[in-house]
C-alpha cells in the first residue's frame, strides 16, 4: 500500500477527535484521521488535505506537529504494507462534520473506544497522549487483526520526510 498519514485533532479540552470509518480499510473502526499519500504530495500536505476531505476541517500544514512514525506489516498480505505518519493538530478551524468516509466525535482521553480501534492503537496512542514521538514496527496476525508483536521506540524527534511523494 502506498504511505499513509494518520491525524488526531486536540482541543483546548484536551479532548481527541476520533472518526467512525464508514467504509474501506479499517470499516467500523474509530481512528484519527488520514489516508493514502497522493504523488507530488508531502505527508504534510497529505495530512491536511485527508483532515479536510474526511471532516471538513481546514488546517495549515505548519500547524501540524509530527509525533510518530509507524511500520504496519501484515504478515499474509504484504500488499497492505505501509508506513503511516502521524500528527496531532491543535490549531484549525471548522466544526467536525459526518462525511461519506467518517462520522466523527470528540473523547476525553480517560474515554478513548480502544475496544472498537485497531488492535495496536492501545499500545502506541497512550505514549503520544502522553508527550512522547515513537517510531516503530506493528506486525499482524494473518487475520489482518492480530497484533503479533510490536516494537515502538521512543525518539526525541521525528525525522520527517519533507520530499514530494513520487
Ligand atoms: C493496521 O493498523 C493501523 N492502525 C491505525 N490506527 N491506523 C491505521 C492502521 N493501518 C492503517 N491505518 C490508517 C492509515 C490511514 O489513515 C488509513 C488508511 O487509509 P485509507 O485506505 O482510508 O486511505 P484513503 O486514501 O482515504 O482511501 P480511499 O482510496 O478508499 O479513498 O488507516
Known sequence: MRPTTLCFPVDTRGC????????????????????????GETFRQCAIRELDEETGIVALVDDLEAVGILDFRFSANPNL?????????????????????????WFPVQTIPYDEMWKGDRVWLPLLLNGHKIVGTICFEPDNETVQSIDINKVPVIEEKKCKYV
Not at 25 to 36: A, D, E, L
Not at 81 to 105: A, L, Q, V
Open 16 to 39: 481527541l477527535l476520533l472518526g467512525k470509518k464508514k467504509r474501506g480499510f479499517g470499516v467500523s473502526k474509530w481512528n484519527g484521521f488520514g489516508g493514502k499519500i497522493e504523488i
Open 81 to 105: 504494507d505501509h508506513i503511516s505518519y502521524i500528527y496531532f493538530i491543535r490549531n484549525y478551524k471548522g466544526i467536525p462534520k459526518e462525511t461519506e468516509e467518517m462520522k466523527p466525535c
